[in-house]
C-alpha cells in the first residue's frame, strides 16, 4: 500500500491535473491497483501560484510488484508524462493575477503524512522546505500540493464525479433537460444556479473537463453521472471518475468572529470594507447578498462573520447581522393630536408643541432583526466553502 499524489500540471491554456491522474491511473503497471476513488483535495484558495480552484491529486495504490520496478514505473511515467507538462502558462483574460508556469510535482509515501499538514496546506501558504520527506518525489512546487493531497485523511468527504471531454474544442454540450432533473436530488448541490437556471457544473474556457458533478454521496454522484453520460443531447465523453473530496469541508475557515462594527465604506467597484473591533473584512462585490448586508451595516452593529484571513483582511463568505442600532430613529408620535412629539433638550423629555403633552425622552424605529447567515450564490462560492444552510462545521470555533 501507499500514496501517490499529484499537482500543479495544468495551465489557464490547457490541461488539468484531474485528467492527467485519470490517465496515470489508467496506466498503472500490472500488480498495482487502485484502492478507493481517487481524491479531489481542494488546497488554500488564495495562493499565489494557483491556476483556477487550486486543486491537488491523491490516490491510495495497492502495490504487489516488486519495489524496483514500481520505482522504476515511476521514474518512467514522471519522465514521459508528467514532466513534459512544466513550464506553461497562459495570462487570465478576467483576472489581474499573474499566473506563474506550470510546475509539476508527483510524490509518493508508503504511509500518508499527518492530517495536520493538510490543514496547514489549507490555511497558510507553505514553501516546498515545510514538506516531509517523501519515499519518491520529483518535481518542483507542485510537489507541495501532491504531498497535501496525500497528507488529507478523507474522513469528512463529498464527492465530485468528472467526466472529460473526447475534444477540448467547442460549446460544452451537457443535457440541459437532464441536468434540471437533478436539481430535485438533495444528495447533489450546485448542479443549476436557481436564479439563472444555468447549468454550473461545466467549466468555462480551456480544460479538457466536460463536467463536474458533486453531491454529499457517492451513489447520488455515480447514479447522476451516468444520467448524464447517457443523455441524448450530452456529447461523448472519454473518460469518468468519482473522486472523494474536500469540497464544503469549510477546512480553510477556523473561527467565527463575533464582533462590533465601527466604520463601512462602500469602494469604487461596489466592494465593502468594514472596520471591525476585530480588524478590517472585506465583502467583495461578487459575493452579492454578503455585499448588500456589509453596505447597510454601521456603527455599533454586532455581527458574526466567517472568511480566511488574508494580507491582514478578512475576505469575507459568510456574515451574519445579530443586533444593533434601532434603524430609522425617530420621535414617537403624541398620543393625543398624532403630531410628532419634540425633544426639549438634554435629560428635559419631549414634548407636544399643539397641546403640551409630555413624555419621557425616547425612539422610536426599526429594531434589528437578527439574520441568518447569508453566504455568496452558490457560483461565487468557493469549492471548500461549507453550505451553512446545514450548521457550521463542527471545526470551527468562535471567537469574540
Ligand atoms: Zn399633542
Sequence with gaps: MGWLGLDDTDHLGGGCTTWTMHRLLASLPEGAVLVDAPRLVRLHPAAPHRTRGNAALAAEIEVKCARESWIGWLEHTWRTQIKPLGDRSTPSTHNERQQSPSDPGMVWFDDPPPHTLYLRAVREILSERDLPEAKWSAGGRGRIGATAAVAWN???????????????????????????????????????????????????????????????????????GALLLNAAATEPACGWQVHRTNQASGDHLTSVISTTVTNVQVKRGGHVFIETNHGAMVAFRPSGPVAT??????????????????DGVVHLEALRHVSGPMRSPRRPMCPHCQRRLKSMGQ??????????????????GVEVTPTAWIQPPIDRRRHLSPDLRYGLPDHITFVS
Design 154 to 224: 478523507g474522513t469528512e468527504a463529498t464527492w465530485e464525479g468528472i467526466a472529460w471531454r473526447k475534444e477540448e474544442h467547442g460549446k460544452r454540450r451537457v443535457d440541459a433537460d437532464l441536468l434540471a432533473s437533478l436539481d430535485d436530488d438533495p444528495s447533489l448541490f450546485a448542479c443549476r444556479d436557481p436564479r439563472k437556471g444555468r447549468g454550473l457544473i461545466a467549466p468555462r474556457g480551456a480544460s479538457p473537463v466536460l463536467f463536474g458533478l458533486r453531491g454529499t454521496t457517492r451513489e447520488a454522484v455515480e447514479k447522476g
Design 293 to 310: 448586508l456589509a453596505s447597510s451595516l454601521g456603527a455599533e452593529d454586532v455581527v458574526d462573520a466567517l472568511g480566511m484571513l488574508v
Design 347 to 364: 435629560q428635559q423629555g419631549l414634548r407636544c408643541l399643539t397641546c403640551n403633552h409630555r413624555e419621557p425622552a425616547r425612539w422610536v
